[in-house]
């Protein structure tokens, strides 16, 4: 009970200690795929979450100085055109500005270094759109003049910019570089503190494992681990997936097995066939090489450098076991066939005599070697197996018989050895694997693994 107890609060302190892992393990994993995917869907984060845009400083994400200088402008021109008239000079001055800034755009096309080309080019047929041209840099240069707004109305043109064209251009954006030519990340110095942690984590429990096993060395323990070392790579961060797995298959919150078991299902089910058809194929092409090479027989009949497994000679129990079988089991079997056997011997020996061709003629007597015949064969067979068996549970019987059967496995070793019998005997063997082989491949193609697969589990949860 005392045991109990103490078990008991050590096993919650570990299953909490795996919890908190596991959390901080997810954490960073989410983490790490937000990092990995703001870029991409940065521009649905602008549109529906902006707030997540506050991440743009951890990407090094600054507004394009081309595309915000031209909202600039027309958050100017649109100030502007509260306080002043549309035909004032300083109104014109503003639209010329925006034309040639228009003009700068299309010939740069600042969207390519934020690879947003496509965007570059919905900007370009929304415009061409409204003022009904195939020409970009026209439909520019035609919105953005006096005429156009007298005609159509400056708040309305203004709307269809800020409801059409705007939004394209606040996509765009400028990442800084360094002097390598790379994209400032700062996401590595919030993944370093969960490196660290992780780092720690490491040791501690490579510590608390060779002190609980003297016999583990650190590095073993390490090796153990080996998944918890992708914590510590800086590249190819989503690899974490796996260390991720493990602590949370450790912990309580969620039961990986059942998960594992349906993703591996079909690929653990084919690659169990192949192995399973390998191993057999390769145990039969062994121990066709074994026979065909007279190594079997020679490590059976004189094991010298025979590796054997306990002290039993396996070629002598096995022999014993069989004569044991012969005249307990089969005999009593076998008895009724015996007899008619030594009936039928009996009659032929007796019919080839003299005194049986005399008894024939005497008159009476005719019948009398056919009832002798089977009374001896009934009584020599029930006989033999009363004799055998009785001896062999006789103690000075068994003796008796354990040399008999000593001198019999001597002498069959002896026979064994004969090597006009084993040029005999080892091609019919050999065919006899090829042909358990060429079968066992046959049905392996024929079943499906799935199906095996279903029925081992069925049998594991027994």
Do not use: C
Request: aromatic share 12%.
């Amino acid at each position: 009970m005392v045991q109990t107890t103490f078990e008991q609060p050590q096993q919650s302190k570990s299953n909490w200690w795996n919890n908190l892992i596991a959390i901080i393990a997810v954490i960073n994993f989410l983490l790490i795929l937000f990092n990995l995917s703001y870029i991409p869907l940065r521009d649905i984060y602008l549109k529906h979450i902006p707030a997540v845009t506050i991440y743009d400083s951890v990407k090094s994400i600054e507004p394009h100085p081309v595309t915000q200088s031209y909202l600039n402008t027309v958050d100017l021109l649109e100030t502007h055109l509260q306080q002043n008239r549309l035909q004032a000079n300083s109104t014109a001055s503003i639209f010329a500005s925006l034309r040639q800034q228009s003009i700068d755009i299309l010939t740069e096309n600042p969207f390519l270094s934020a690879n947003k080309s496509n965007t570059f080019a919905t900007l370009n047929r929304r415009m061409e759109y409204q003022m009904d041209t195939l020409s970009a840099r026209k439909s520019f240069t035609e919105f953005w003049s006096q005429d156009y707004f007298k005609e159509v109305g400056s708040q309305e043109a203004l709307s269809f910019f800020d409801s059409k064209i705007r939004p394209l251009l606040e996509l765009n954006y400028y990442r800084v570089v360094d002097e390598n030519g790379l994209f400032v990340d700062k996401f590595g110095l919030i993944d370093s503190v969960f490196v660290a942690f992780f780092t720690l984590e490491l040791l501690a429990k490579t510590f608390w494992i060779s002190r609980r096993q003297s016999n583990i060395s650190w590095w073993d323990a390490i090796l153990r681990n080996w998944y918890d070392g992708i914590f510590l790579l800086p590249k190819w961060q989503w690899l974490r997936v796996i260390p991720v797995t493990v602590k949370l298959h450790r912990s309580s919150f969620i039961n990986t097995e059942r998960i594992l078991e349906q993703v591996t299902y079909e690929p653990v089910a084919y690659l169990a066939n192949r192995v399973s058809m390998f191993l057999m194929v390769r145990l039969i092409n062994q121990t066709q090489e074994a026979v065909e090479s007279g190594d079997a027989v020679s490590s059976l009949l004189q094991p010298k450098n025979y590796v054997k497994v306990g002290e039993v000679d396996n070629f002598d129990a096995i022999t014993d076991r069989i004569l044991e079988l012969v005249i307990y089991r089969v005999l009593p079997e076998v008895q009724p066939d015996v007899e008619v056997f030594l009936q039928h011997s009996l009659k032929g020996a007796l019919k080839e005599s003299d005194f049986y061709q005399v008894l024939q003629n005497v008159p009476g007597i005719s019948m009398i070697p056919a009832e002798l015949s089977e009374n001896l064969a009934d009584y020599i067979a029930e006989a033999t197996y009363e004799i055998l068996a009785s001896s062999y549970a006789d103690t000075q019987g068994r003796l008796l018989f354990e040399n008999l059967s000593q001198n019999f496995r001597v002498t069959l070793r002896k026979q064994l050895q004969d090597k006009r019998l084993q040029q005999e005997l080892q091609p019919l063997i050999s065919d006899l694997l090829e042909e358990l082989k060429l079968n066992y491949v046959q049905r392996a193609k024929e079943k499906n693994p799935e199906a095996t697969l279903d029925e081992a589990m069925k049998i594991s949860e027994q």
